[in-house]
């Protein structure tokens, strides 16, 4: 059984793992992790493309699939 992405109203497969540091303020983006926790967030692809951040965050977005990338948004 297929993960579906957490947004409501989506539906489409999950393929990406939103996670967070709330201590660090970083945001995570990862390829889909095996396990299922409640701490964590699935998205399908065009969602974890759209993600930002609250102010104040980093995001990483670690996916495989993209280049690395880090952006800051400023507070």
Known sequence: MSRRCARPG?????????????????VWLDDLHFGNSPANHDLCRRHADR????????????RSA?????LKFAS
């Open 10 to 26: 989506c539906g489409q497969p999950a393929d990406t793992t939103l996670s967070f540091d709330y201590a660090q303020r970083l």
């Open 66 to 70: 993209r280049a690395a990338v880090t």
């Open 51 to 62: 993600t930002q951040p609250p102010k104040g965050w980093e995001l990483r977005d670690r």
